[in-house]
């Protein structure tokens, strides 16, 4: 049967009313990005803000970062990333802009803005955007997917911990973990990676204080629930990793057996956490108590949270290691000085406390290694208002950038030590001299980052590498190089070389 005219008539009207409405829609939508357009160019004149170079002069009809995206994709799977990065700030400069699956994304490696954003600018930049959709199924209310006042809380609950290091590092069981790090080096200058032992070696470090308990990773009589557990915390970390580089596209895969990982990854951390906080409950001094104001289970469940956030930071300490016998392998001059000046300052007993800080020598190797391998190559903060970076537009690059709410400045630390002039003739080379004149504290020096988010347990892990490598060199003489391959990235947590470090120590 035919519809009524009046059917159609009223068919016809609500059809004009969808097309109106819908029209309407994209007129206001048009419109008001306009008008914001048209606003942000006023702010941006009136801070004197310019635009930074952008990569359209190689991807110019690339509307929606496709092909950007693709690209940086087959650079981050073939490992070339980082020397990638290097070649667009060559060419384009320190900051420049990119179309990135339709966001503009600003890079920069330039003193003053990695600065900016880290201090002078702190509070005008997050970082949980990024890294809290990654990171809160292993552990919602660890420091790295906080924010203001609920991070000030998080990092102030956690400082205690770190703040007494003569409390927090006992050195003999340094010493008895380096003993155990030694069992698995071969005799007489045979081949072996010290990559996977200095990680096994600062696991065991960092669970003894995280944990409570070492995971005793560098030992052949592992538990199988201890095994499980590392097994799970390098499945969390690796996929976190994958998700970061992947950006929306995480949304395509199963998340099933990540978060699997992560419930078995949490559930062992608060068996340990439970032991942890009945014990020092039980204790007869307040003092030691976690915090007597809350309920035992706010305990467990803080203490969960800070150990979590310390193993996922752990790899760190290894890089370092690593790094520092990758670049001594390559560098007989260096490996002679540094064992003269620890034996000359300690002789050939452990060091104690006291004469840590005697060994400069140490520290100039362990700060030009974090400088040219940084155990976080990349970091990325988040306007959370317009604001500026304070450098970077304009033809010269020396007029400020308009940065919207919401966009993503990424910070390169491996471009920022490696091309920047304040680190000296040849950055790119490994010359531990040059610290005589340098100050770690330099603004352009962020291997822990800088200000209030800078890595709170950094002159923790200053202190047990600075002992790990005398004791190496109060033991060995020479460090023969195998590695017949340059250092290959491999961005997870942190940043290893996807080759191993192939040495053998005499």
């Not at 997917?145 to 809380?153: R, S």
């Not at 199988?224 to 690796?238: A, D, Q, R």
């Not at 392998?329 to 406390?353: C, F, M, N």
Request: proline share 5%; glycine share 6%.
């Amino acid at each position: 049967m035919e519809s009524s005219p009046v059917r159609r008539l009223l068919d016809t009207i609500d059809q004009s009313f969808f097309i109106i409405l819908l029209s309407g829609i994209v007129v206001y939508s048009f419109l008001r990005r306009a008008y914001s357009s048209r606003d942000l160019k006023i702010l941006a004149a009136s801070l004197g803000c310019e635009r930074p170079p952008t990569e359209s002069d190689r991807f110019r009809y690339d509307f929606f970062g496709i092909r950007k995206t693709l690209e940086l994709a087959s650079h981050f799977r073939n490992r070339t990333s980082l020397a990638y990065t290097d070649s667009l700030f060559k060419r384009y400069g320190e900051t420049f802009t990119s179309n990135v699956i339709g966001y503009r994304l600003i890079f920069t490696c330039n003193e003053d803005n990695t600065k900016h954003l880290l201090s002078t600018a702190f509070a005008d930049f997050e970082s949980s955007p990024l890294r809290k959709p990654l990171i809160e199924p292993i552990t919602p209310h660890g420091i790295f997917t906080l924010d203001g006042a609920d991070w000030k809380t998080s990092r102030d609950q956690l400082r205690p911990r770190l703040s007494d290091l003569r409390k927090a590092i006992d050195l003999t069981i340094c010493e008895q973990h380096f003993q155990s790090f030694l069992k698995n080096v071969p005799s007489d200058g045979q081949i072996f990676d010290v990559q996977s032992q200095a990680h096994a070696l600062a696991l065991d470090l960092q669970t003894v204080f995280s944990l409570g308990e070492s995971v005793d990773a560098l030992s052949s009589t592992q538990s199988s629930e201890k095994n499980s557990f590392l097994v799970g915390l390098s499945k969390v970390k690796e996929r976190i990793v994958q998700d970061g580089f992947r950006g929306p596209l995480r949304h395509l895969s199963s998340k099933r057996p990540f978060l699997e990982s992560c419930r078995r990854t949490r559930e062992y951390v608060i068996r340990q956490a439970t032991q942890q906080v009945q014990k020092r409950n039980q204790m007869a001094g307040t003092s030691e108590k976690v915090d007597t104001c809350i309920s035992e289970h706010e305990q467990i469940s803080l203490f969960t949270d800070q150990a979590l956030s310390l193993l996922l930071a752990n790899d760190s300490m290894s890089t370092t290691l690593a790094s520092i016998m990758f670049c001594l392998s390559k560098d007989e001059r260096v490996v002679k000085k540094l064992r003269a000046s620890i034996i000359d300052a300690i002789g050939l007993t452990p060091p104690t406390w006291g004469q840590l800080g005697s060994l400069k020598y140490v520290r100039w190797v362990m700060n030009e290694a974090m400088r040219l391998f940084p155990a976080v190559v990349l970091n990325a903060r988040v306007a959370n208002k317009h604001a500026t970076l304070p450098t970077g537009g304009g033809e010269n690059g020396a007029c400020p950038v308009l940065i919207e709410k919401g966009e993503i400045v990424v910070f390169s630390t491996w471009s920022r030590h490696r091309l920047g002039k304040d680190f000296g003739e040849s950055p790119d080379k490994f010359y531990p001299e040059r610290w005589e004149k340098l100050s770690p504290d330099m603004p352009g020096f962020i291997p822990f980052n800088k200000g209030p988010r800078a890595c709170p347990g950094q002159n923790y892990a200053t202190i047990i590498i600075t002992y790990i490598v005398a004791r190496m060199f109060q033991t060995f003489s020479t460090v023969t190089d195998y590695n017949s391959m340059a250092w290959t990235e491999r961005i997870s947590m942190t940043f290893e070389n996807e080759n191993g470090v192939l040495i053998g120590l005499h």
